[in-house]
Each structure stands twice: as structure tokens, then as C-alpha cells.
């Protein structure tokens, strides 16, 4: 191997940082079709936003009253940011897989109308800090596949939170 070859390769700009994130649960957002664990990452010296949780739940509803979010199976997760949804549903044909979609909020109080759907092949599926959560919720649903997969089961992962500091 030449490593001579990476010069050109991995390098970030001087000016990024990467501060410490906090995870809430938000509890569930349940309805007929999907059960969503719910998710809030922040800064850890900025705090929650309390304006941005209520953006967060009308849209959520008001995509899933629309068919707009594809409930796949019924059971995921979903992970809010300050400017960002990520919405991760297990598939219903191979339920090994997760689907997600990504939104970006605009900035300031503007309305939700103004939210856009990304394209995860341009703008990436996970931050890294996600990535933390993500592993969690695999961990978890693997449980719930190789257990009878009966309604304490569904419970048992609809109750098993990633809480603390992500590092």
C-alpha cells in the first residue's frame, strides 16, 4: 500500500468542530398505521428548543395523515435536530432493513410548510451522532426478531430508549 495515495484524501477544514450531543426520548408518536420511538439530539451547551418539538410533531402528523411517510412495517424511529428529521422505518419485505427519509427544517420560525424532504444520496443518511441512536435501535430490534415477536415483544422495543451524552 502507498499512503502517499491519502494525501489528497481526508482532509477537513480547520474551522470544523464537533461538539458534544445530549439524546432525549420525546416518548412515541403512534397512530393506526406506524408506532415511531422519537428521538431529540442537541448541543450540549445549546439545550432543547421548545419551538422546534411543536414543528417537529405537526409535521410528523400531518406527513403521515397525508401518506407522505411510507409506514413500511409500522415500528421505527425518528431523530430531530435543530434543522433536521430523520424519519427511519424497518421494511416491511426484509424487516433486516432500514428505510429512511431525511427533512430539513428552515431556519428561523419559519412555517413547516417550508420543510423539504432530502435526497439521502446527496446529503448523507446519518450525521454521526445519529449513527449512535442507529446503533441502539439495531441492538434492539435484533432482540425483537429473534423473540416471538408478540405484543410485549413490540412494547419491549417500543420502550427501549437511547438516553445520556453521545460522545
Not at 417537529?56 to 425518528?78: D, S, T, Y
Not at 426478531?145 to 438516553?163: A, C, G, Q
Request: proline share 2%.
Amino acid at each position: 500500500m502507498n499512503w502517499k495515495e491519502l494525501t489528497n484524501l481526508g482532509n477537513i477544514n480547520k474551522d470544523f468542530t464537533l461538539d458534544n450531543r445530549i439524546v432525549l426520548s420525546l416518548g412515541h408518536l403512534v397512530t393506526s398505521t406506524i408506532a415511531l420511538k422519537e428521538y431529540l439530539i442537541y448541543r450540549e451547551n445549546e439545550g432543547a428548543k421548545k419551538q422546534l418539538l411543536t414543528r417537529r410533531e405537526n409535521f410528523l402528523m400531518h406527513e403521515i395523515e397525508k401518506n407522505q411517510i411510507n409506514p413500511k412495517l409500522g415500528m421505527g424511529f425518528v431523530i430531530f435536530s435543530d434543522k433536521m428529521l430523520n424519519v427511519a422505518r424497518w421494511d416491511n419485505k426484509d424487516p433486516s432493513v432500514l428505510v429512511n427519509s431525511l427533512y430539513e427544517f428552515p431556519k428561523g420560525n419559519q412555517t413547516i410548510s417550508k420543510t423539504k424532504k432530502i435526497d439521502i444520496n446527496e446529503f448523507g443518511a446519518y450525521c454521526v451522532w445519529e449513527l449512535g441512536i442507529v446503533n441502539h435501535e439495531r441492538r434492539t430490534w435484533m432482540n425483537y426478531l429473534v423473540s416471538n415477536r408478540e405484543h410485549p415483544d413490540k412494547i419491549k422495543y417500543l420502550n427501549d430508549f437511547l438516553v445520556g451524552g453521545l460522545k
